[in-house]
């Protein structure tokens, strides 16, 4: 049972556009949830969060929306540049049982930005 | 700090084989997870621990896989016998255990069951 996924396997945008990425998960008790980047031959690392408390988090080209009644979030990355062609992954966590940081991942999207 | 140091990068071996995947977390980290990566599941958690210790492995496809922690600073993954479905990239992880945690990986394990 896929909690958390991401529908489409991949995107491609034209450099200096917006890239939006969507992520949608089933357990109402995630309250954290996460946007990790990959690399090929590199493993995931950490790019943005945002906690249920919140509906928006932003740094600096990258803002995190969370939409909880809908159970569902978006990676909007403005502008695109090329270097941010890569896989990326959703994650969530359950914030008040969870003291070991379980992560649960999405499936991944990966982004191609054109020149 | 290195980072968490996963080995081997690569792996290819024939099926029923033996296939063990180690990994140094980041020193001062107490939690730990092993992840395999597919098209189909994306980032699928198989175990995690915490302290060195086991806490939740229902991720664990099979009992042909099995994972230990002796210590705080290794972990081995084990999959005895090996066969070609399970060839993916297997990823570790650390963290401090804490809320609102994010977690640092390894560089993964390309593993190919032949």
């Known amino acids: ?13 034209q450099e200096g556009r917006i ?7 089933t357990n109402s008790m995630f309250d954290y949830f996460l946007w990790y980047k990959k690399y090929p031959a590199e493993g995931p690392t950490f790019l943005i969060s945002i906690s249920s408390i919140k509906d ?7 803002t995190v929306f969370l939409n909880k009644s809908a159970k569902h979030l978006s990676l909007h990355i403005v502008p695109s540049q090329p270097g941010d062609s890569a896989v990326y992954f959703c994650a969530a966590s359950v914030f008040q049982t969870s003291n070991t940081g379980k992560l649960i991942f999405g499936q991944g999207t990966t982004l191609q930005v054109k020149p | 700090d290195a980072g968490v140091i996963q080995s081997p990068r690569h792996e290819v071996t024939e099926m029923g084989q033996e296939v063990t995947l180690r990994c140094k977390p980041i020193s001062g980290h107490n939690s730990l997870f092993w992840y395999r990566q597919t098209m189909m599941r994306g980032l699928e958690l198989l175990i995690y621990f915490n302290n060195n210790v086991p806490i939740d492995d229902s991720g664990m496809p099979e009992d042909r896989f099995s994972a230990k922690m002796p210590n705080a600073s290794f972990s081995t993954l084990k999959i005895q016998p090996s066969e070609p479905r399970d060839s993916a990239v297997y990823f570790c992880a650390s963290g401090t255990g804490a809320t609102n945690e994010k977690l640092f990986f390894g560089s993964g394990t390309q593993l190919s069951v032949l």
């Open chain 1, 56 to 62: 928006k988090n932003e740094d600096g080209r990258f």
């Open chain 1, 19 to 25: 890239s939006i990425l969507n992520c949608d998960y």
């Open chain 1, 1 to 13: 049972d896929q909690q958390v996924k991401q529908n489409s396997p991949s995107l491609s945008v």
